[in-house]
């Protein structure tokens, strides 16, 4: 049946600052493009991991509305190999973390940022206690 998560899509206001934020920040890849049936840029694949992708819709012109609770999208999670390297890694890129590098309920190291459109992205150490590690 399921093979797992093929790619989160999200549409943007300035590709070209996705780009650099998903690419030369985070060392994403750039993998492919598709155009629409104008010819016109549509949407850019940035490869996150084998099969992995995060899909960039250009064209966004209206942040939500911002509403207590709401629902759907909350954030993307990234696993990483060091907490501490990706911080200071973020950091030296003149960003500004919105949590810095903690320990969470789930056992887990964690840190947390927005992309350029607000997006809330965390970026989770595996510890051996993980309950992610133990199911």
Same mark, same amino acid.
């Given at each position: 049946m399921i093979k797992g998560l093929g790619h989160i899509a999200l549409t943007v206001q300035d590709m070209e600052k996705s780009l650099h934020f998903y690419c030369t920040v985070l060392g994403f890849e750039r993998a492919f493009d598709i155009r629409d049936d104008e010819d016109k840029p549509w949407i850019e694949y &940035?490869?996150?991991?084998?099969?992995?992708f995060i899909e960039l819709f250009y064209g966004g012109l209206n942040s939500p509305q911002k509403v207590e609770h709401p &629902?759907?999208?909350?954030?993307?999670?990234?696993e990483v190999h060091n907490i501490h390297e990706i911080a200071n890694h973020l950091n030296a890129q003149g960003l500004t973390l919105d949590i810095e590098p903690k320990r969470g309920k789930d056992h887990n190291y964690q840190c947390?940022?927005?992309d350029p459109d607000g997006n809330r992205i965390e970026f989770m150490q595996l510890e051996p206690s993980s309950p992610h590690l133990n199911c």
């Open positions: &940035i490869k996150v991991a084998p099969g992995q &629902i759907g999208f909350n954030h993307l999670c990234l947390w940022i927005r």
